[in-house]
């Protein structure tokens, strides 16, 4: 069963960096894009950072110059680096991935199980 699983995140002080990790476990023989959201109570999620299949990426505005995001196709995996952070960049965020072809599934979309980010002092 293919699964996003996502680590990092946790409490940060404003003005500190941040850097998330997703896994895409299972049997996969290729993925599409891959990419990061995130969600604030009673607001809709949005793209923070993707990374398509193709090389090339989408940052949103609101994270421009604070976010770098890599990927490498081998090990099936996506990173976020943020800096400087403030408080509005706390959320629950979650890894995304698309086009998953695997042993059991074509062109599956998910998304992980989310971990919070906390920007507090």
């Known amino acids: 069963q293919v699964q996003l699983v996502e680590s990092g995140g946790g409490l940060v002080q404003p003005g500190g960096s941040l850097e998330l990790s997703c896994v895409a476990s299972?049997?996969?023989?290729?993925?599409?894009?891959m990419g990061w959201y995130r969600q604030t109570p009673g607001q809709e999620r949005e793209m923070v950072a993707v990374y398509m299949s193709g090389g090339s990426t989408k940052i949103a505005g609101s994270v421009k110059g604070r976010a770098t995001i890599s990927r490498d196709y081998a090990q099936k995996t996506v990173t976020l680096q943020m800096n400087n952070l403030d408080p509005r960049d706390s959320g629950v965020y979650y890894c995304h991935a698309d086009r998953i072809n695997s042993l059991t599934d074509r062109d599956l979309t998910l998304w992980g199980q989310g971990t919070l980010v906390t920007v507090s002092s």
């Open positions: 299972g049997t996969i023989f290729s993925i599409g894009s």
